[in-house]
């Protein structure tokens, strides 16, 4: 079997230095270069044509944005960015996942040698992940993952999103919870989903893989892109329709009944599946406390996490929506969702939001 190869772009010698150790260590994988900035990585790219780019978000004379866009635009390839563990660092990431990277790592801030080092065995299961991956080439136009092709969407003026925000809340039934959960690739793909649905959709709660410094912006970036509110999870936030509660990254997010009210419940617990937040934790609470008045979602992601819960969920008689294989960036946690047998309808990420709405109506 060939190794999967790998080229690093980044402008520390260090980083450069561990994770080729990482790579070269690794028995399927191997470093086939290393770049200090994005002309050489384009030269290199050319000569050595790598499965996998390793990217750093700052980078001298042009940024990994810039670059990242340019690479998807010209040579779409897997990229798994190298990022900061910063509010900015955080922001840049999220925006080079909208324009088709297909994970990242945090790079520590403190103790980079150490840190990275402990982060091998991540950086190598993304790298593994990526390499498989369908990279999906984007920009801030890009509308459908389904197809694979170049959508151009009007956009919503700051007014007519406050308007929509602001828009009356008539569905019939307050009693309505949908559930999401997704993990690589999911920061699109829910963007896609919520984009989608009106300002007046049940309340919508979301457990996406994502670390603690990123949950805060990612939700910031969601109430940006549609209609609905978007806030990260409180503990005790009552879950309400036209709003959408996203886990943040330190913590489960489980829906709780109180009386006649839901709401959101953070659990400090450890684990799940390898996750904190879980998909299972959100998806087994929702089946337990909600019942058939949930739907459950399952979208893009790789492993396991979310395929019994939403099993408990189809059978306490919860409609269960699965992303097909086409349209995810891995296939993971959709496709055991399917095997284990807990998943109604099975749909490409840009007929998701169509269900969801017909399933409401109905």
């Known amino acids: 079997m060939s190794k999967i190869r790998v080229l690093i772009c980044d402008d520390s010698a260090l980083v450069r230095q561990i994770l080729t150790e990482i790579f070269n260590k690794a028995p399927d994988i191997e470093c086939v270069g290393a770049a200090t900035d994005p002309f050489a990585a384009r030269e290199k790219i050319k000569k050595l044509n790598p499965d996998v780019l390793t990217l750093d978000v700052e980078m001298p004379k042009m940024d990994g944005i810039t670059f990242l866009s340019n690479i998807m635009r010209l040579r779409p390839m897997p990229v798994v960015m190298i990022s900061s563990l910063t509010e900015k660092g955080a922001d840049v990431t999220l925006q080079a996942l909208e324009l088709g990277a297909v994970d990242f790592v945090a790079k520590p801030k403190i103790d980079l040698a150490h840190q990275l080092d402990s982060f091998a065995e991540e950086i190598l299961e993304k790298v593994r992940m990526a390499s498989k991956a369908r990279v999906h080439a984007r920009d801030a136009t890009t509308a459908d993952a389904g197809s694979g092709k170049m959508e151009v969407k009007p956009r919503l003026s700051a007014d007519a999103i ?3 925000k602001a828009a009356k809340v008539n569905y019939k039934t307050t009693d309505k919870v949908v559930a ?25 709660v979301i457990t996406q893989h994502i ?6 912006p990612f939700a910031e970036r969601m109430n940006r892109s549609c209609a609905m509110q978007v806030y990260e999870a409180t503990d005790g936030m009552q879950i309400l329709p036209g709003h959408v509660y996203i886990a943040p990254g330190h ?4 829906v709780r009944r109180d009386g006649a009210r839901y709401i959101c419940e953070l659990n400090d617990g450890p684990p799940v599946n390898r996750h904190k937040p879980s998909v299972d934790v959100l998806f087994r609470s929702v089946a337990q406390n909600v019942g058939k008045n949930a739907i459950g979602v399952i979208l893009t992601g790789m492993g396991n996490d979310g395929a019994m819960g939403m099993k408990e969920m189809h059978e306490m008689g919860a409609p269960t929506v699965a992303q097909d294989e086409k349209s995810s960036v891995v296939w993971g946690m959709p496709g055991e969702a399917v095997k284990a047998g807990g998943v109604d309808t099975i749909l490409p ?6 269900k969801l709405i017909t399933l409401i109506e109905k």
């Open 211 to 216: 670390p603690e410094q990123f949950s805060g």
């Open 162 to 164: 406050i308007s929509k």
């Open 349 to 354: 990420l840009n007929k998701v939001s169509g």
């Open 251 to 254: 913590s489960h997010l489980m």
């Open 180 to 204: 999401i959960g997704a993990s690589t690739g999911g920061t699109e793909a829910i963007r896609e989903v919520l984009a989608r649905l009106p300002a007046d959709f049940p309340g919508t």
